[in-house]
């Protein structure tokens, strides 16, 4: 009996390390349906969230080592080395204790806390080990698995496009409003020393901020807090990752939320031709729970939240491991098993105080169903004019128990394709009498018929450059900033939160015009 067990757990093993499981990187022929650059309208149609699914194991490890004192917001970085087939994941770490805090070697604080770079590994996402990786002294020896100190809400992410190989991977964090540094390393665990970041101001940092390299625009793109007298994002972009320009606003809540529901931050990865982001709502007025949310983007500069006051990740039931925050992962799109692998960090303590737990969990959406446009009975949407790749034309769908049909306008041959009554990732539409490769270079408008069905994306289809030339003609064009010094009066104030369970104040200052 125990050899049949211990070949159950082998097998069991290798069919783990063996698991599907890769990267999705951007690709300008993939489309998601809430793109209006792709989907010009729809009747009988409303866009709806994946169906999200959480692990049994869920938190898939707790804070079972003395230095993980608080695992203060988790503040995930995910990433997963396709050559190896390892996740790895750094979070943060708070030393709130003061006995904690004298276990650091040297002793020292930053807003009177310690604070810990922490970092896990696994195999499948579900079982992480912690590596002693003798970097960091705690407890007076450096058997634990730091690998940096004093880095507050800190950003990771794994760099292809440096050419120096001491830089391939980056960390963002701060150390104050305002006090935004990097630091360096060839393999993300030994850092070289904090590099100060030029071009913020006080109003940014202190949240998860992060970054990563932007295909489109051959920059870095970062994304940090920028505190008007609420919690809004900004959005930064660098060449050398050292020297920063914009920090535009590029998210923020509702006018009809106010601050009662704010923005704390915005993790951002590509998808197909655009960009998608975990957005983390804080609300402020609503017992200080926080929500992850999905937003959408065709540039990474201007965003829309999707399902806004509906968290994608939805909190769960009261008393559970994450019943009043959420936060979603600084990571790229990863894909196991046909499903959407998301590390988040769930609580159930809110939003309050130092000392408090948010524990990785795992959650997973079916792969490219993160939105979609759902007909409960029968409804249609028309494209907007695309260029035909010379690829076939492909949709994830779910049609089973009802059916899509494609038909391409103005093209005789292809009024209505064979249809779709089942569900398919990245299926293949059929014509009859026709081949949708042999349009290859048209400009193409497509129909969808759905009936009780849901089509998420499309695929085999480019963005038309002369379309999106002549819709950006029509647009109102901005204004210029208006650049004359102001000469009126200040007015400093401070907006201060209500006290929480331990009597600390969360005070944010700002010098309004």
Request: glycine share 8%.
């Amino acid at each position: 009996m125990t050899l049949r067990l211990a070949l159950l757990a082998l097998a069991c093993q290798l069919a783990t390390a063996h698991a599907d499981t890769r990267v999705i990187e951007a690709d300008p022929h993939l489309h998601l349906v809430c793109d209006d650059r792709v989907i010009a309208r729809s009747t009988g149609l409303a866009l709806v969230a994946g169906h999200v699914e959480k692990d049994a194991h869920n938190p898939v490890f707790k804070a079972d080592k003395l230095w993980e004192n608080a695992l203060n917001n988790l503040y995930p970085n995910v990433h997963f080395d396709s050559a190896t087939q390892t996740f790895h994941l750094w979070y943060k770490c708070l030393l709130n204790d003061p006995a904690i805090i004298a276990k650091l070697t040297p002793v020292r604080t930053i807003h009177d806390q310690g604070w810990l770079l922490l970092h896990a590994t696994s195999q499948d996402g579900i079982a992480w080990q912690k590596p002693d990786h003798g970097i960091v002294e705690f407890d007076g020896n450096t058997h634990n698995n730091a690998v940096a100190r004093d880095t507050p809400n800190v950003g990771v992410f794994h760099d292809l496009h440096d050419p120096d190989p001491t830089r391939r991977y980056k960390m963002v964090f701060d150390t104050g409003l305002g006090e935004l540094q990097a630091r360096f390393s060839p393999d993300g665990l030994h850092w070289a020393e904090p590099i100060k970041l030029q071009g913020f101001s006080a109003r940014n940092g202190d949240t998860h901020t992060n970054a990563f390299y932007d295909e489109a625009s051959q920059r870095y793109v970062l994304y940090t807090k920028l505190y008007l007298g609420e919690r809004l994002q900004a959005r930064f972009e660098s060449r050398d990752f050292i020297h920063w320009t914009g920090g535009d606003l590029a998210i923020r809540s509702t006018l009809a939320e106010g601050r009662s529901s704010q923005t704390y931050c915005i993790e951002v990865f590509p998808y197909g031709s655009g960009y998608l982001g975990w957005v983390m709502m804080y609300n402020v007025g609503k017992g200080r729970t926080v929500d992850c949310e999905l937003a959408w983007s065709p540039d990474n500069k201007t965003w829309r939240r999707l399902f806004p006051g509906q968290g994608f990740i939805p909190r769960g039931p009261a008393g559970s491991y994450d019943s009043l925050c959420i936060y979603g992962p600084a990571s790229k799109a990863i894909v196991q098993d046909g499903q959407h692998y998301i590390l988040y960090g769930g609580s159930d303590i809110s939003h309050l105080g130092w000392k408090r737990h948010c524990l990785p969990c795992v959650a997973q959406v079916r792969e490219d169903r993160l939105v979609g446009l759902q007909a409960e009975a029968q409804g249609e949407c028309l494209t907007q004019p695309l260029l035909a790749t010379g690829e076939p034309l492909k949709i994830s769908a779910d049609a089973a128990g009802g059916s899509i049909r494609v038909a391409v306008l103005d093209e005789p041959g292809f009024e209505e394709s064979e249809a779709i009554t089942s569900d398919v990732t990245r299926g293949e539409v059929r014509w009859p009498k026709a081949d949708f490769t042999k349009l290859k270079g048209k400009q193409v408008r497509l129909r969808f018929t759905l009936q009780h069905a849901t089509l998420h994306t499309l695929s085999g289809l480019a963005h038309d450059p002369a379309f999106l030339a002549e819709r950006a003609s029509k647009k109102e064009p901005i204004r210029p900033r208006d650049t004359t010094p102001y000469t009126g009066p200040h007015v400093a104030f401070t907006s201060s939160f209500d006290k929480d369970n331990e009597g600390w104040i969360a005070v944010d200052k700002a010098e309004h015009q």
